[in-house]
């Protein structure tokens, strides 16, 4: 398996629920960043969280990362039809160049 | 202020024929990537441009694929005799300096290959 997988695959929920993501990763990690991606092009820079930090906010999401276990969730609070999108997670390796994205979760928020 | 930009948008090619990608990055953003995604996968990673020069090119599948940057600013990726396996979305990044900041996305260009 690759750095960076999504779980679930995919997930569907009703407005106004919460929807948690997950996104485990198998090295040591410099920082891990969350995108979306709505109609299969460009992807959107949602939060990057550092190594050394444990939980970021930005308005509706919450993005938590435990390095012991090599894992970060998202959580978008609160959810509207226009979350619809695919979740992708980004790792970029310690004394790496670049980011390796997982395969993504695909999000259905129903009205 | 413009975000990236790429073009075209979709190309349709024959098996065999060459096609060349554009991409334009966000005036300032040192550091430019460019990635291949299929349809329902996610990104692969292809090269990744500091200014001008490829310090890492390491996710081009074959020798079909070349990829240059010019006054650290416009990139291009040239796929040489397609392949119906090419037939995939481009994507174009560009950041502020390198994978240590958020990376801003063009829309991407759809490549068909028939």
């Known amino acids: 398996s690759q750095q960076g997988e999504e779980d679930p695959q995919a997930l569907s929920i009703q407005e106004g629920e919460n929807a948690t993501m997950n996104c485990s990763y198998k090295t040591s990690i410099n920082n891990l960043q969350w995108y979306r991606q709505n109609s299969g092009r460009g992807l959107v820079h949602l939060i990057l969280i550092r190594s050394n930090e444990r939980e970021k906010h930005s308005g509706r999401l919450r993005v938590t990362l435990d390095t012991s276990k090599k894992s970060s969730s998202l959580l978008i609070t609160a959810s509207r039809a226009a979350d619809t999108a695919s979740y992708f997670c980004?790792?970029?390796?310690?004394?790496?160049?670049?980011?390796?994205f997982g395969e993504g979760t695909q999000l259905t928020v129903n009205p | 202020g413009a975000g990236v930009s790429q073009s075209p948008s979709n190309k349709v090619t024959e098996k065999g024929k060459d096609v060349e990608l554009r991409c334009d990055p966000i005036s300032g953003h040192t550091a430019l990537y460019w990635y291949r995604q299929r349809l329902g996968q996610g990104l692969e990673f292809l090269i990744y441009?500091?200014?001008?020069?490829?310090?890492?090119k390491s996710g081009l599948p074959s020798d079909r694929f070349s990829a240059e940057r010019t006054g650290e600013s416009v990139s291009t990726l040239t796929i040489q005799r397609t392949q119906q396996e090419d037939s995939a979305v481009y994507l174009c990044?560009?950041?502020?300096?390198?994978?240590?900041?958020?990376?801003?996305f063009g829309p991407g260009t759809r490549l068909t290959v028939t």
């Open positions: 980004a790792t970029l390796r310690i004394s790496g160049s670049r980011l390796t």
């Open positions: 990044a560009s950041s502020l300096r390198d994978s240590g900041y958020e990376q801003y």
């Open positions: 441009f500091q200014g001008n020069s490829a310090p890492d």
